[in-house]
């Protein structure tokens, strides 16, 4: 009975594992904070950087002010590409986008990376807000294995009648950049399509496994 009772009772932690565990926990909480803000101040200090030269002395704000304000490259580039998009908008502006880009894809090399970029800032911005659609698991790289996907769009036809399935278009991330990854086409009856959104699948894929958006079931 003395025996069963002292295996029942918590072990007792060292100060070193209780500190470790603090430092650790802090960590998690801290680095993300850390590492966003920095992004954004950095992103902010490039545009800064990059329109300052094209503001006239007389209306930078170092000009009246003792310290300088972050911000303004932001506020302008935002402006700028607004009045880019607007003008595109209307039938003038096509004609000149359209004949722009011709003459852009005729290029060697710079046409081909241009008509890729173009694609994937049009994805990412295209109006639903969905670059994917679902969260699927795939058996990859082999079978009895299993791994995260996220479901596209349907396969062209020419893939659809060079396999003689119907081929579904995933794209399968990487750990821990899910901005990297590869293009794969599977067939329909072979993808097991996941209750979880598509933010859900990416945190998992990011947080390699570690990541737990399911609600705990109410009593």
């Known amino acids: 009975m003395d025996e069963l009772l002292d295996k029942e009772k918590p072990k007792r932690r060292s100060p070193l594992a209780v500190i470790r565990t603090y430092f650790f926990t802090g960590l998690v909480v801290a680095a993300p ?56 908008a209307n039938f003038l502006g096509r004609a000149l986008l359209s004949y722009g880009e011709r003459l852009i894809r005729h290029m060697p090399v710079i046409g081909t990376v241009y008509t890729a970029l173009q ?67 599977v067939p329909e009856d072979e993808l097991t399509i996941l209750d979880m959104t598509v933010e859900e699948g990416a945190r998992l894929v990011i947080s390699a496994g570690l990541s737990d958006d399911e609600e705990s079931p109410s009593a």
Not at 126 to 148: C, H, M, N, T, W
Not at 160 to 181: A, Q, Y
């Open 33 to 88: 904070i850390y590492i966003t803000f920095y992004l954004l101040s950095w992103a902010v200090s490039v545009l800064d950087e990059w329109f300052r030269p094209w503001i006239p002395l007389d209306y930078r704000p170092t000009t009246y002010l003792p310290f300088d304000v972050p911000g303004i490259g932001v506020i302008l580039a935002f402006i700028l590409l607004t009045i880019i998009g607007g003008l595109t």
């Open 119 to 185: 694609q994937i800032f049009k994805t990412a911005v295209q109006e639903d807000g969905k670059a994917f659609s679902k969260v699927a698991l795939i058996e990859y790289p082999r079978k009895g294995l299993f791994a995260i996907a996220f479901v596209t769009k349907a396969a062209d036809r020419r893939v659809n009648k060079s396999t003689g399935k119907t081929m579904i278009g995933v794209f399968l991330p990487t750990t821990p950049n899910p901005t990297s990854g590869f293009l794969l086409f």
